[in-house]
C-alpha cells in the first residue's frame, strides 16, 4: 500500500531507499535539500529563462563543502562516502541539472583531473581553493568535430624549451565564460593526449559563451579558444599520459550523473503528484482518470528503478568493486528515465507545464543535454554491448 | 562562557504525520523528522555568539535515541557539545525540571531555546526553565547583544520594539527575525559523526510527576469539497460570499 512516508517532500521513496542510508548520507542529502529549497527554487525558473548562471551561489556551496566532498582533507576535501557525493548530485539536479552540472564539474571532472594527474603542487595550489568555490573549474575535452569520438580531437600541444605551445578550439564547455581554471586536452606531436592546467587570462586563451541554448539554461557553456596559448612545464599534468585520463574523469563525473538524473525526475513526479491531484477536469481531479494514473505508476516505476540502481552502483564504487561499464549502464538509464519522467510529467500539466512557472518543462529541456553530454545514450548502449558480447560495434 | 542550546526534535512540518496507536502522540517512527525550527535560530545565534566572543556551545534535547539526530544536526551546524536528557519526563513542568537540572550541570551563563515547538505549539519550556533557576528572562527575542556579563534583548510589541537590558546568566527564547540559520556544511556534518554526546539521566526524583496530561490527538479533518458560486456578476457573488461566511460559516 501506498504509505506515506514514500511521499514526503524529500521523496517520493516507494521502497525505503532511506533506511540503506547511513546517517551521515542522510544528513547530507537533507542539507543539500534545504540548500536548495531555500536557494534556488525562488529564482531558478526566472534565471532559467534569462539564460543566467547563478554565480552567487558557487562561494556558498563551496563554504558548505560542496565540492571534491570525497577528497581527502587537506585538500579542502570532507572524505565523505560516494553515496554520500551521490546525494548531492541528487538534491542540486532536483533543483536543476545545470547546477548539478557546474558541481560536477568542478568537483568531478577539474578537481577530480587536478588530483588524479596532477602533481603535489599543483593539487595544493589549486584544490583547496577550488573547494571554497574562490576558483571556478571547467573541462575542455569536446572539440566541434570530436564528440562522442575524443580521440580524434584536433588541439594540439608542441614542446618547446620549458614550456608548451597550445592550438585549437573547445566546444560545449560547461562553466567556460566563468572559469578561473581551464583542464585542457590536447594531442602532442606522438599523437599522445596531454592534460594542462590553463589559468584564465593567459594569453590567446579565451572563452566565448554559447549564447543560443534552449537546453541548460541555469548553466554556462562555452566554447575554449587556444591561439599559441604557451604553458610552463609545470603547468602540464604529468600523469595524464592518454585518452584514458580525460575518460577516468568522465567516469567520476557520469557517476555524479546517475544520482543526479533521479533527483530530477523526482522533482517531476512530485509536481506532476501534485498537479494531478488538484487539477480537476470534467468535475474531478485527473489524478482520478486510469491514464493520468498510469502516467504517475510509470513516472514512480522510472524513478524507483533509477534509485536502487544509483544506491547500488554508489555501494559498489564505495568497496572499489566498480566497473565503468557499469557506470556507464546507469548513466545511460537513469538519464533516459528521467528525461522520460520529466517528458511525462510535462504532458500531465497541460499548458501549465510549458511554462518556466511550473518545473516539469525546465527538467525535460536540460535533461536532453544531460542524455548527449558525458557519452551520449547510443555510445554508452555501445560501451555495455561491447561489454557483454566482447565485440567492439564503437569504432 | 557556556551557552546552552535547548533543542527539540520535531515532525517535519511539510510532511503529512500519523496518529500513534492510542492517539497519544504522533507516530515519531514514520515521521521525518527534523530541527524545531525556532531552535535552529537558537543555535545560530549561539554560534554568533561564541563567535564573537567565544563560548562552547552546547545543544541538549530530552528524548529518546533517535532525538540524538536533532543534536548531531546542531553538531554539524558547528556546535561544540551536546548531551541528551533521558527522564520520565511528559509534559512541560516535567520536561523543563529535566532540561533545568541539565543546565545546572553545564553550568551555563546563557539558555537559548525556541519560543514555541512545532508540533504541540505550546511554547512553555523556556519560561518554565528561567522560572526553575530563578533566572532573568526574555521571550521572543528578534536582536540580542551579549557584552561581559550584561546583555540587551529587543523584542517586538504593537508598534514598536522593547530593549530590555540583563545581567547573565540569563534564558532567553527566539522569535522569528532574529537570524538566518546557518546550514550545516560537509565537514560539520562528518566531524558530528564522530563526536561523543553525553548522555544525561534524571529519574523521578528530579523531574517529579507531571501536571498534565494529553487524553488525546486528532487530526485535522480533511479538506471539504469547495463550493463554486456560478451565474452571478461579480456584485452579487460577493454579496452571496458575505452572506455565506456570515451565516453558514459564521466566520464574520
Ligand atoms: C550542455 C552541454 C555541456 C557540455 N559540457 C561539456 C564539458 O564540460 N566538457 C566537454 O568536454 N564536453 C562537454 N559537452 C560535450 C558533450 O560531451 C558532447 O556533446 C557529447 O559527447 C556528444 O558529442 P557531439 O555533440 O559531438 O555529438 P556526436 O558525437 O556528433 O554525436 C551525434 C549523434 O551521433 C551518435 N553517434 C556518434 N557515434 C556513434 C556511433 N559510433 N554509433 C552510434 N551512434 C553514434 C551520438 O550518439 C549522437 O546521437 C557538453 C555538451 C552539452 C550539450
Redesign the interface.
Same mark, same amino acid.
Given at each position: 500500500m501506498w504509505s506515506w512516508v514514500a511521499l514526503t517532500a524529500i521523496g517520493p521513496d516507494y521502497f525505503d531507499v532511506d533506511s540503506l542510508l547511513t546517517e551521515e548520507e542522510r544528513a547530507v542529502r537533507q542539507m543539500v535539500h534545504d540548500f536548495v529549497a531555500a536557494e534556488v527554487m525562488p529564482t531558478v525558473g526566472e534565471d532559467w529563462l534569462k539564460g543566467r548562471f547563478p554565480i552567487e551561489l558557487v562561494r556558498k556551496m563551496g563554504g558548505l563543502g560542496l565540492f571534491g566532498p570525497t577528497l581527502p582533507e587537506e585538500y579542502g576535501g570532507a572524505g565523505i562516502s560516494q553515496v554520500a557525493y551521490g546525494m548531492i548530485m541528487q538534491e542540486l539536479e532536483r533543483g536543476d541539472s545545470g547546477l548539478r552540472s557546474f558541481a560536477s564539474v568542478q568537483s568531478g571532472l577539474a578537481m577530480h583531473a587536478i588530483y588524479r594527474y596532477g602533481t603535489e603542487e599543483q593539487r595544493r595550489t589549486y584544490l583547496p581553493r577550488m573547494a571554497k568555490g574562490e576558483l571556478i573549474g571547467c573541462f575542455g575535452l569536446t572539440e566541434p568535430d570530436a564528440g562522442s569520438d575524443p580521440g580524434t580531437m584536433r588541439t594540439r600541444c608542441r614542446r618547446v624549451g620549458d614550456h608548451w605551445v597550445l592550438n585549437g578550439e573547445k566546444r560545449w564547455i560547461t562553466s567556460s565564460p566563468i572559469a578561473d581554471v581551464m583542464v585542457i586536452w590536447a594531442l602532442d606531436e606522438e599523437e599522445k593526449v596531454r592534460g594542462f592546467i590553463a589559468p584564465k587570462g593567459t594569453k590567446g586563451l579565451s572563452a566565448p559563451a554559447i549564447e543560443t541554448k534552449i537546453s541548460m539554461r541555469y548553466s554556462a557553456t562555452g566554447d575554449i579558444v587556444l591561439e599559441d596559448v604557451e604553458l610552463p612545464e609545470e603547468l602540464r599534468l604529468p600523469e595524464a599520459k592518454s585518452l584514458a585520463a580525460p575518460l577516468t574523469c568522465l567516469t567520476q563525473a557520469r557517476f555524479g550523473i546517475a544520482f543526479g538524473a533521479v533527483g530530477a525526475a523526482m522533482d517531476c513526479f512530485n509536481e506532476a503528484l501534485d498537479y494531478a491531484q488538484n487539477r480537476i477536469a470534467f468535475h474531478k481531479p485527473i489524478a482520478q482518470t486510469q491514464l493520468m494514473q498510469q502516467a504517475l505508476v510509470d513516472m514512480l516505476s522510472l524513478t524507483t528503478r533509477s534509485q536502487l540502481m544509483a544506491l547500488r552502483l554508489g555501494q559498489l564504487k564505495q568497496e572499489d568493486r566498480f566497473n565503468y561499464t557499469q557506470v556507464s549502464l546507469a548513466k545511460r538509464d537513469n538519464v533516459r528515465a528521467a528525461l522520460q519522467t520529466a517528458r511525462m510529467a510535462r504532458e500531465l500539466l497541460g499548458g501549465n507545464g510549458i511554462t518556466t512557472e511550473y518545473r516539469a518543462m525546465r527538467h525535460m529541456a536540460n535533461l536532453e543535454s544531460v542524455d548527449t553530454y558525458e557519452g551520449t545514450y547510443e555510445i554508452h548502449t555501445l560501451i555495455v554491448g561491447r561489454d557483454i558480447t566482447g565485440l567492439n560495434a564503437l569504432g | 562562557m557556556q551557552v546552552v542550546v535547548l533543542v527539540k526534535q520535531v515532525a517535519?512540518t =511539510?510532511?503529512?504525520i /500519523?496518529l500513534a496507536d492510542g492517539k497519544q502522540d504522533i507516530d515519531r517512527q $514514520?515521521a $521525518?523528522l527534523?530541527v524545531n525550527p525556532y531552535d535552529e535560530m537558537a543555535i545560530e545565534e549561539a554560534l554568533r555568539i561564541k563567535e564573537k566572543h567565544g563560548a562552547t556551545v552546547w545543544a541538549v534535547t530530552l528524548g529518546e535515541a533517535k532525538a540524538e539526530?536533532a543534536l548531531?544536526?546542531a553538531l =554539524?551546524m558547528g556546535v561544540d557539545e551536546a548531551a541528551r536528557v533521558s527522564a520520565p519526563a511528559s509534559d512541560a513542568l516535567t520536561v523543563a525540571r529535566a532540561l533545568a537540572q541539565a543546565v545546572r550541570e553545564i553550568s551555563a551563563d546563557i539558555v537559548i531555546a525556541g519560543r514555541s515547538a512545532a508540533d504541540d505549539e505550546q511554547g512553555q519550556v523556556g519560561t518554565l526553565v528561567a522560572t526553575l533557576l530563578d533566572w532573568p528572562h526574555v521571550t521572543e527575542v528578534t536582536k540580542l547583544e551579549i557584552s561581559g556579563s550584561e546583555g540587551v534583548a529587543e523584542r517586538e510589541v504593537e508598534g514598536g520594539v522593547e530593549i530590555l537590558d540583563f545581567s547573565l546568566p540569563v534564558v532567553v527564547t527566539t522569535q522569528e527575525g532574529l537570524n538566518t540559520p546557518r546550514?550545516? $556544511?560537509?565537514?560539520?556534518?562528518?566531524k558530528? /559523526?564522530r563526536k561523543e554526546i553525553r548522555q544525561i539521566a534524571l529519574g523521578e526524583d528530579v523531574v517529579g510527576q507531571p501536571v498534565l496530561a494529553v487524553r488525546s490527538l486528532e487530526l485535522p479533518p480533511p479538506r471539504g469539497q469547495g463550493r463554486i458560486l456560478t451565474d452571478l456578476d461579480p456584485a452579487q457573488a460577493a454579496k452571496e460570499i458575505v452572506r455565506i461566511l456570515h451565516e453558514e460559516a459564521k466566520l464574520i
Open positions: - | 517535519d =511539510a510532511a503529512r /500519523k $514514520s $521525518s527534523i539526530e548531531r544536526t =554539524a546550514y550545516a $556544511s560537509l565537514p560539520g556534518i562528518m558530528a /559523526k
